[in-house]
């Protein structure tokens, strides 16, 4: 080989794999490079009906009357959209970005979606078991050596049966944690065993939401793909989605640019020491980002079929209710077996609300940087759409 074709293979090589941690170079060029491909996301290539015009016309009134009750008032922040069939019906953008900047919300605008980061943390992990990278039902401790809890499994945590304390509440105990510094999830990892923290009940004994459960989530996707968790969403989740306005929080490159939070009265909510753990919350994103991701979610190309019943399942029965969570989704089931599933978020002054109406193909999504518990009220849409039994609520 000439010289210098032998200096631009070298070059090619460090460009195509200098990004792999320590595990990923001891293994085969070729493995390498099917390690990340293969954890992508595939967009949804599904082709619905086109919607007429009378029908999306009717659904947009409708959505407009709605609208113009819960968010009436211009300097309400909202954004706001509703699509059947992956078809925009209506959207609505509209207060303060950053007031102190003067900036609005436009279609463009990233917001914290609080807890429905959820989803894209559950998601990413689904895709792993999806390729036999992890097992549902495998124990944290087998992929977490530092974990000390031997019986919560990986399902465990997706479901909020883990029986684990919330972080935000036990570094609050005295002598736990220095409430001055910001913690990491890899601080509430160590906390467990530093600590010796105890959980709230044993494993899959009950349901408990709980933000510790989807932080671990977070640390077993960095351990399993050697990538940092905002590195592996980007890599498996918003790049191949093309969902260009999503990104994952970093507390040192990104509390001086991100949009803030506000309280009702537009007093702006500053971050505090529990604003670096991610995987529970921390996601920034747009109802048109989400769109694609909750096609590319209920496409037959998402998982295989087993996995997928899996995850759209509740697990909690201990008591009788309509309420259930499955893998990373809350949902209402009814006695006539029609199922709604969702997911809301609220975290300082954001509040969000995301609706996967899987068997009617509509996608329901509502973001807010400023104090609202509006923003969940947008389940009322869905008997626009389906046979869903929350009272349409459109009139004064």
């Not at 496409?299 to 499955?326: D, I, Q, V, W």
Request: hydrophobic residues 35%.
């Amino acid at each position: 080989m000439k010289a210098p074709f032998r200096y631009l293979y070298i070059v090619l090589f460090v460009a195509l794999f200098s990004g792999c941690s320590k595990q990923d170079r001891s293994e085969d060029d070729k493995e390498q490079l099917n390690e990340r491909t293969y954890l992508w996301m595939k967009p949804s290539r599904v082709k619905y009906p086109q919607l007429s015009k009378a029908y999306k016309n009717d659904k947009k009134a409708a959505v407009e009357r709605f609208c113009d009750k819960y968010f009436r008032n211009e300097n309400n922040s909202v954004s706001l959209l509703v699509a059947k069939n992956g078809q925009i019906i209506y959207e609505r953008y509209q207060g303060w970005a950053d007031k102190m900047e003067g900036t609005k919300i436009n279609a463009d605008t990233p917001l914290h979606i609080a807890s429905v980061s959820k989803v894209f943390t559950a998601t990413a992990v689904l895709l792993l078991v999806d390729k036999g990278k992890l097992e549902l039902d495998q124990k944290v401790s087998e992929i977490l050596p530092e974990f000390p809890y031997n019986d919560i499994s990986v399902r465990n945590l997706l479901s909020h049966r883990s029986g684990l304390r919330n972080y935000a509440y036990f570094i609050e105990d005295k002598g736990v944690w220095d409430l001055h510094q910001t913690i990491t999830n890899q601080d509430i990892l160590n906390l467990f065993t530093e600590k010796e923290i105890k959980c709230d009940c044993p494993a899959d004994t009950r349901f408990c939401y709980c933000n510790t459960n989807y932080a671990m989530l977070a640390l077993i996707i960095e351990k399993i793909t050697g990538m940092k968790y905002p590195e592996a969403m980007k890599t498996m989740i918003f790049d191949p989605l093309e969902m260009h306005d999503t990104y994952v929080f970093d507390y040192n490159k990104d509390r001086k640019t991100a949009v803030p939070s506000y309280k009702g009265n537009m007093m702006e909510i500053g971050l505090d020491h529990l604003d670096a753990v991610y995987g529970d919350k921390n996601i920034y994103s747009t109802p048109r980002d989400i769109l694609k991701f909750d096609l590319a979610r209920t496409a037959p190309t998402f998982l295989n079929k087993k996995l997928r019943e899996e995850m759209y399942k509740g697990y909690s029965y201990e008591h009788k209710g309509e309420k259930n969570y499955g893998l990373g989704m809350r949902m209402y089931e009814w006695e006539g077996g029609q199922k709604f599933y969702f997911h809301n978020g609220w975290w300082h002054g954001s509040t969000s609300s995301y609706i996967s109406l899987v068997k009617d193909n509509v996608t329901i999504i509502a973001l807010s940087n400023k104090f609202t518990r509006n923003t969940y009220a947008v389940r009322k849409l869905a008997p626009l759409f389906g046979d869903y039994p929350f009272k349409f609520d459109d009139e004064e």
